[in-house]
């Protein structure tokens, strides 16, 4: 892990413990820190048409709000005090927060499935667009917060994120239900398989003993 | 300028990010476009607006590369302001080359500033050494960015035979076999490549899930269906799964990306002087990572060393996961 890199199990796990107001708080103050030292970004938001973008990060409770354009300044909120959106982004929260910094290809995790798109594609692709002309690093962000306490924070943040990476690698990541759920899929697809293979090489024998008989 | 080693490595950039990712990867050239219809990769919060091509240009300049700026779409009929300004700006911010397709626009670049490089964009499709004498003779290109249509042995046909350089494409989406000519989504969207810079609009284009299976359409016609585990592509109408007897497949395009890095030598040894790496429309990320893997491959190759493995794993940036030599090792006729 890079020092520079943003302590995304330490986030993860704070996200899902905390109260859905103070996340939402959290992420409003982050957006206006990333909006004070990146204006160029928010202009460039504000341009573009009016649009919202329902945020779901596969691996928390939590879902989003993401509302940019029509000359306003882009907001955040917790989607279940918000109407609906006309686009619903999903996936897993480092490959979301990856691209919100531009540190992977947007349309390779598309392809891959790893994120999901639906509804109205052009938002994703506008917010996409404008947010990779910016060098956005959430660390830094959310660092900058902590004012004078900045350095202190980062250093502790980075400590624990060590830990937790150290203690998921020797445990190993607590799965998802939808992961768990592929396991039993492959499971039956194998024994099926597995089935069709015995069945087929009874055909096989029957078959030859049949020519046998004939011959 | 710095020399290009081996071959020419031109990259995309769709942000002025893009570009200094580009360059900071190793790019010998960007080509980039305005923030219009002018040229072929018009998708929201994508392209350049004046200010920023400026400082792109001087970025690049400063590292010792060029800056190709595309004005490579066909103006459309009692408005062509847009194609004449662009060429007017790119010439104004010192931009190398412009590439052009229309006859309209490389005439008026000719006119207007005889001084610029002028490059033929593969959106005027010529394939054949006679088109391309043409366009040399009359607008003076200096080079021609050939169609995605020849073999390796077709192109050193071709370059023997024509009196300008030669650029291929070497990796990316691959589009229709009739390059600019493509108005297939026009029928369903009233814009297409060729006028409007976009083949699937994004305002067109959505996505939805049914069980276990995800819907792409452009408007209201549905364009694929992928099964759970299956790589995704974009909703263009050339890489449709279209059903006939009953069996779905892709009647006119795979979605695949192309890749030719393993043809590098021969693409040389056919006298082809720069490679283009396709993807305007893709992220910093992506231009980062497949500018860094062919220099590595480029340097190896001039230093008379062996391949590295740095570009096997590009196949995964590549739309549906795929790649292919696609024309250039073509089986078909």
């Known amino acids: 892990m890079d020092d520079a890199d943003f302590p995304i199990h330490l986030a993860r ?53 993401l509302s940019f354009g029509g000359g306003a300044p882009p907001k955040l909120m917790l989607a279940r005090r918000a109407g609906p959106a006309g686009t619903v982004l999903k996936g897993p929260l480092e490959q979301l927060l990856a691209l919100l910094e531009g540190k992977i290809d947007a349309d390779t995790l598309f392809f891959t499935r790893a994120i999901a798109i639906t509804g109205d594609t052009s938002a994703v692709v506008a917010l996409h667009n404008t947010l990779d002309r910016a060098s956005i690093n959430l660390l830094d962000e959310a660092m900058s917060l902590l004012g004078p306490f900045g350095s202190a924070g980062r250093a502790a943040a980075l400590r624990l994120e060590r830990r937790m990476h150290g203690l998921r690698e020797r445990f190993g990541p607590a799965r998802p239900a939808a992961e768990r759920r592929d396991d039993g899929e492959r499971d039956r697809l194998l024994a099926e398989n597995a089935a069709l293979k015995t069945r087929l090489a009874k055909l096989d024998v029957r078959q030859r003993r049949k020519q046998g008989a004939s011959a | 300028m710095r020399e290009p080693t081996y071959l020419e490595l031109v990259c995309p950039a769709g942000t002025p990010a893009a570009l200094r990712a580009a360059v900071d990867a190793g790019a010998d050239t960007v080509y980039c476009g305005f923030r219009d219809c002018t040229n072929a990769r018009n998708y929201p919060g994508l ?206 395009e795979e979605p695949v990306g192309l890749n030719a890095v393993s043809i590098l030598p021969q693409l040389k040894a056919a006298g082809v002087t720069a490679l283009k790496i396709e993807g305007r429309q893709r992220s910093r990320a992506y231009v980062g990572q497949v500018v860094g893997a062919f220099r590595q491959v480029l340097d190896a190759l001039a230093r008379g060393e062996p391949q590295p493995e740095a570009a096997n794993d590009l196949y995964r940036l590549a739309e549906g996961g795929k790649e292919t030599l696609s024309a250039f090792k073509k089986g078909w006729r």
């Not at chain 1, 573009?48 to 939590?62: G, M, N, T, W």
């Not at chain 2, 002028?118 to 960015?145: M, T, W």
């Not at chain 2, 694929?224 to 263009?236: F, I, L």
């Open chain 2, 47 to 252: 392209n350049f607006d004046l200010k920023e091509m400026r400082e792109g240009i001087d970025y690049a300049h400063r590292f010792g590369r060029r800056v190709l700026v595309a004005v490579n779409t066909f103006p459309r009929a009692g408005d062509v302001v847009f194609w004449q300004r662009a060429v007017d700006n790119a010439a104004d911010c010192g931009a190398d080359a412009v590439i052009m397709a229309d006859i309209g626009v490389l005439d008026y670049a000719t006119r207007r500033h005889p001084n610029m490089r002028r490059h033929l964009s593969v959106q005027a499709a010529a394939s054949n050494p006679l088109s391309i004498d043409f366009y040399r003779e009359q607008f003076g290109i200096s080079r021609v960015v050939l169609p995605r249509v020849l073999s390796v042995d077709e192109v050193a046909a071709v370059i023997a035979r024509m009196k300008v350089e030669a650029e291929v494409f070497a990796f990316g989406s691959l589009g229709t076999m009739v390059e600019g000519r493509c108005y297939l989504s026009s029928y369903i969207t009233g814009r297409s490549p060729s006028s409007d810079g976009v083949c699937g609009p994004a305002e067109y284009v959505s996505y939805r899930e049914e069980g276990d299976q995800m819907v792409s359409c452009l408007g209201k016609v549905m364009m694929n269906r992928y099964d759970k585990h299956e790589n995704a592509a974009y909703p263009t109408p050339c890489k449709c799964r279209l059903v006939t007897n009953g069996q779905a497949s892709y009647l006119f």
């Open chain 1, 13 to 65: 796990g704070m996200m899902r413990l905390m109260p859905p107001p103070l996340v939402e708080r959290g992420g409003a103050m982050l957006l206006r820190k990333i909006g004070r030292n990146h204006p160029d970004l928010f202009r460039n938001l504000a341009e573009l048409d009016a649009k919202s973008i329902r945020v779901e990060p596969s691996d928390l409770p939590h879902k989003f709000l």
